[in-house]
């Protein structure tokens, strides 16, 4: 291949790659939300298409009929848990949140108990740095409570007036207007994919060949195997940091119940607790270290050692299984850098929202299982094959042995 040819590859590969940029950002941030009822009624009736099949080969009913059973059990069991667990959150998120209120409502304690403990680490200091350390200590620590006692006196002054101030309830109101608004679009948009559901589920293979049809042969095949690797890879990607968090939920829960028992803990809201700290735990960076690390901090400042160094051994627990339990749930194949993975959440944060969270670096481990199997060719499948430190690039071939 000459240098012209070279360049125009280069060149057509950059307009595909542009082309699919524009699309993707179009899709996600214009048309995702509108697309996501068909899209998870096709998942779903994709992977029912096993037991469909098995249970119309064992029993009397038709593939329609049984279609509309899986499809509804997945629905109630999928209703049942969400108001189950979603009442059990609520009503603890509930009580924490007036739990932490309170516990914050006496700032004064909090912030000489940071002071005090400040303080004693910069004895250690020598004395002239000491000095100069307590005297910058005591002006923050007395600007903080001067700002928070200024705060307090505005708002009794306003609400000792005319009446009751209630302006501080106008953020809360106003989010809780604007999700009351989209309730009829979500249950609309549940519906119809339920409905979408039904329909894909049953009619499954000829809703599929329609799609073959649409294509060349040969993007046939590639389409067909496409789609059995992204399964396959998504499927275990999900089940894998499924069972993860649920571990972490476990470890965090047995954990926190076990110090409560010791008389170390003697709050309450485990169940809550432990459920947000395994939902960071899924997110590269953050972890489970985001909540145990500062709560076993506060709790030595507070002199509340016993639950202090509880927290610490939770955390290091969680972290030693981890290491043991991940390598061996998560295959290699759909393993990112952590930086890249980093790079995708921020970005996709960025650009499309809340959702770009999640559906960023889910493409990126799409597309990096493709180059991998040779689907498509973005960069070389060389690099996907790990290195240890120190060992080259590509094995030498072996030579007979000498005699």
Not at 126 to 132: F, N, T, V
Not at 170 to 199: D, E, H, K, N, Y
Not at 354 to 365: A, D, E, M, N, R
């Amino acid at each position: 291949m000459n240098l012209a040819e070279k360049r125009r590859n280069t060149l057509i590969s950059l307009v595909y790659f542009a082309v699919f940029s524009v699309a993707y950002y179009l899709f996600v941030k214009f048309a995702f939300w509108m697309a996501a009822p068909f899209i998870f009624a096709f998942i779903i009736a994709m992977f029912l298409q096993r037991p469909i099949k098995y249970i119309s080969r064992k029993t009397i009913l038709n593939r329609k009929l049984t279609s509309v059973i899986l499809v509804l059990l997945i629905v109630l069991v999928l209703l049942g848990l969400v108001g189950l667990v979603g009442y059990r959150i609520w009503t603890e998120f509930v009580d924490f949140g007036k739990y932490i209120t309170a516990k914050f409502g006496n700032y004064t304690e909090v912030v000489s108990s940071v002071k005090l403990w400040v303080e004693n680490v910069l004895s250690h200091l020598p004395a002239s740095l000491s000095d100069k350390a307590k005297v910058t200590i005591d002006g923050m620590t007395s600007s903080i409570l001067n700002l928070a006692e200024k705060s307090e006196g505005a708002a009794a002054a306003s609400s000792s007036g005319t009446g009751i101030n209630l302006s501080f309830l106008a953020t809360p109101l106003t989010g809780i207007l604007s999700t009351a608004r989209q309730i009829p679009a979500v249950l609309t948009a549940f519906l119809i994919g339920i409905i979408a559901c039904f329909f894909m589920t049953s009619d499954y293979e000829n809703f599929t060949n329609l799609i073959k049809k649409s294509v060349s042969e040969e993007h046939e095949a590639t389409l067909v195997k496409a789609k059995h690797i992204i399964v396959d890879i998504l499927g275990k990607w999900v089940r894998s940091y499924a069972l993860i968090l649920f571990i972490t939920f476990c470890e965090i829960f047995l954990g926190l119940s076990i110090l409560k028992a010791a008389g170390l803990y003697t709050g309450g809201y485990i169940f809550v607790i432990a459920v947000c700290t395994a939902l960071l735990d899924i997110l590269p960076v953050f972890g489970t270290g985001t909540v145990l690390i500062p709560w076993a901090v506060f709790s030595l400042i507070t002199h509340k050692i016993g639950l202090g160094i509880g927290l610490i051994v939770i955390y290091a627990l969680i972290t030693v299984i981890r290491q043991v339990v991940e390598p061996k749930l998560v295959s290699a194949n759909v393993d990112m850098h952590p930086v890249v993975t980093l790079m995708a959440m921020y970005l996709g944060l960025q650009i499309f929202g809340v959702i770009g969270l999640i559906i960023l670096p889910i493409t990126l481990v799409v597309i990096k299982t493709l180059n991998a199997e040779g689907i498509i060719h973005l960069w070389s499948r060389r690099a996907e094959e790990p290195l240890t430190e120190g060992s080259p690039a590509k094995k030498p071939k072996a030579g007979k042995p000498k005699k």
